[in-house]
């Protein structure tokens, strides 16, 4: 066992980095590619019911500290991420679907059927904000618990939420009081900031295409509020939910600061974009050393410990 396995929701992870749900994991290649990397997970691009092409190009666009996208959910449809499961057991490592509904039903239909799937855990996507139209689940708490009750008896298989940023305890302690009631067993924190838009001087335009130029931002820019909605969660659920921290991490010292927060794992999104499948090892090792200097010899023996001013 090495000094950065973990555990989600009661999964073992052979390390604390996996990727993030979003960029190349929507092929069965780019999960096959994913099986054979150092991330400790195969994460599975968020589906929906039909295949999708997502929004019109230009769509993700790297910024000097992260990106700005609106994909709009590109995707093959859940059934062949279905099919994809029974060949990428081989790889040994926890296999994560992300279901992305449309509709209270879509959620239904896809959380029944990968319930009976191989998959090990099940992210229930409530926050992408880059559907024209739609707005993101998780900041209705109405139709968030509808879906959370349609959800919760399907099967056996633990049950996440990806949840978007909130910016104010009183989200935070809403959203965390229908997490315990529904027995929802991890959460994904946070989804891109929604909606953000950047502007190209020279051009005197918007740099992405989709939803006038508005999108989820990612990367280094999103850090900080990342970290405290990690940081929220975990005093609000008192260590009864899994948290993966998401948002900026590029280094094994970001990673070191969600665990801090209270992290059980994170997951990279935009420097695994960026930087390939080697960012895994890097991030990785980057937090072995870490550990080791200040003579820690697990995650769990530093999770959650943010000391106060
Ligand atoms: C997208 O495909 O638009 C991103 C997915 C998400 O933000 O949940």
Same mark, same amino acid.
């Given at each position: 066992?090495?000094?950065?396995?973990?555990q989600v929701a009661g999964v073992?992870?052979?390390?604390?980095?996996?990727?993030?749900?979003?960029?190349?994991?929507?092929?069965?290649?780019?999960?096959?590619?994913?099986?054979?990397?150092?991330?400790?997970?195969? /994460?599975?691009?968020?589906?929906?019911?039909?295949?999708?092409?997502?929004?019109?190009?230009?769509?993700?666009?790297?910024?000097?500290?992260?990106?700005?996208?609106?994909?709009?959910?590109?995707?093959?449809?859940?059934?062949?991420?279905?099919?994809?499961?029974?060949?990428?057991?081989?790889?040994?490592?926890p296999i994560i679907a992300?279901?992305?509904?449309?509709?209270?039903?879509?959620?239904?239909?896809?959380v029944?059927?990968f319930q009976?799937?191989?998959v090990d855990l099940i992210e229930v996507?409530?926050?992408?904000?880059?559907?024209?139209?739609?707005?993101?689940?998780?900041?209705?708490?109405?139709?968030?618990?509808?879906?959370?009750?349609?959800i919760r008896?399907l099967g056996k298989k633990p049950l996440g939420l990806?949840?978007?940023?909130?910016?104010?305890?009183?989200?935070?302690?809403? /959203?965390?009081?229908?997490i315990?009631?529904y027995d929802i067993k991890f959460i994904t924190?946070?989804?891109?900031?929604?909606?953000?838009?950047?502007?190209?001087?020279?051009?005197?335009?918007?740099?992405?295409?989709?939803?006038?130029?508005?999108?989820?931002?990612?990367?280094?820019?999103?850090?900080?509020?990342?970290?405290?909605?990690?940081?929220?969660?975990?005093?609000?659920?008192?260590?009864k939910v899994s948290?993966f921290?998401?948002?900026?991490?590029?280094?094994?010292?970001?990673?070191?600061?969600?665990?801090?927060?209270?992290?059980d794992?994170?997951?990279?999104?935009?420097?695994?974009?960026?930087?390939?499948?080697?960012?895994?090892?890097?991030?990785?090792?980057?937090?072995?050393?870490?550990?080791?200097?200040?003579?820690?010899?697990?995650?769990?023996?530093?999770?959650?410990?943010?000391?106060?001013?």
């Open positions: 066992m090495s000094r950065t396995s973990t073992k992870f052979d390390s604390y980095i996996c990727n993030a749900s979003g960029p190349l994991d929507a092929s069965f290649e780019e999960l096959q590619s994913l099986g054979e990397s150092k991330s400790s997970a195969i /994460m599975m691009k968020s589906c929906t019911i039909e295949p999708r092409e997502g929004n019109p190009e230009p769509r993700y666009v790297r910024l000097p500290h992260g990106a700005i996208q609106s994909m709009g959910l590109p995707n093959l449809g859940y059934k062949k991420y279905l099919d994809f499961v029974k060949d990428l057991k081989k790889y040994s490592k992300s279901v992305s509904g449309l509709s209270l039903d879509d959620y239904v239909v896809m029944k059927e009976k799937s191989d996507n409530l926050s992408c904000p880059n559907i024209e139209g739609k707005p993101q689940v998780a900041y209705d708490f109405e139709q968030s618990e509808k879906i959370l009750s349609a008896n990806k949840l978007p940023p909130y910016n104010d305890f009183s989200f935070q302690k809403q /959203m965390a009081e229908l315990l009631k924190c946070i989804n891109s900031i929604g909606n953000t838009l950047v502007i190209d001087p020279e051009k005197e335009s918007t740099i992405i295409k989709p939803k006038r130029g508005f999108g989820g931002l990612s990367g280094e820019y999103i850090k900080p509020v990342a970290l405290a909605n990690v940081r929220a969660f975990y005093e609000l659920l008192n260590g948290i921290g998401v948002g900026g991490v590029n280094t094994g010292s970001d990673a070191f600061e969600f665990l801090l927060a209270g992290a794992a994170v997951q990279v999104g935009t420097v695994f974009e960026k930087e390939g499948s080697g960012c895994f090892e890097r991030i990785n090792m980057e937090l072995e050393e870490i550990l080791l200097k200040k003579g820690y010899d697990s995650i769990e023996s530093v999770k959650g410990n943010l000391k106060y001013l």
